[in-house]
């Protein structure tokens, strides 16, 4: 695992039901941009290091649809994740659903929001912000481990942005 020098800020107010994660890559917005819509490149960064990342279905435009299983490399289990894109404006937003097929009754649905922001020196901001259904809903999603996940993720992100 290669260290990274910037760290996901996460935002939970308490009583509310959204939450916003804030990263820094240093790399231009339009290889960021093209690392979350490229499937030869969303496979080898999204997802915990010690999971393997499969695309059953990947259409990263607006209309499009996503599906795709994260396989425990260890034990073999399976975490199926799907969604619907309702909006890709190219290195600037996509905006989509996320649903875990895991949860034991349906519905459990967020609403998130990818902003690609440009810095100065050829780095990039991004700002995800995902609305959930209640706070319950966010407050699981906090409590079940995504923040160590999320970290791993965006440190294999930076990997890939630096051609490693």
Known sequence: ????????????EPGRSDLIVTR???????????????????VKWLGPRNYAMQL???EPRSGGHYRYLHVDNE???????????????????IIQT????????GGHVSLESAVFEA???????VVNRTAF????????????????????SYDRLDEVLSGK
Not at 1 to 12: G, L, N, W
């Open 1 to 12: 695992m290669t260290p990274t020098k910037h760290r996901a800020t996460i935002v939970a």
């Open 24 to 42: 820094e890559f240093d790399a231009p917005r339009e290889l960021v941009f093209k690392a979350y819509t490229d499937p030869a490149l969303i």
């Open 56 to 58: 059953d279905a990947f």
């Open 75 to 93: 034990t073999g289990a399976v975490y199926a994740f799907h969604g619907v894109i309702h909006e890709v404006v190219p290195n600037e937003r």
């Open 98 to 105: 996320f649903e875990f097929e895991g949860m034991p009754e």
């Open 119 to 125: 810095l100065p020196g050829g780095r990039t901001r």
């Open 133 to 152: 259904l209640s706070v319950d809903d966010r407050d699981g999603m906090v409590a079940s481990g995504m923040e160590s996940g999320m970290q791993d």
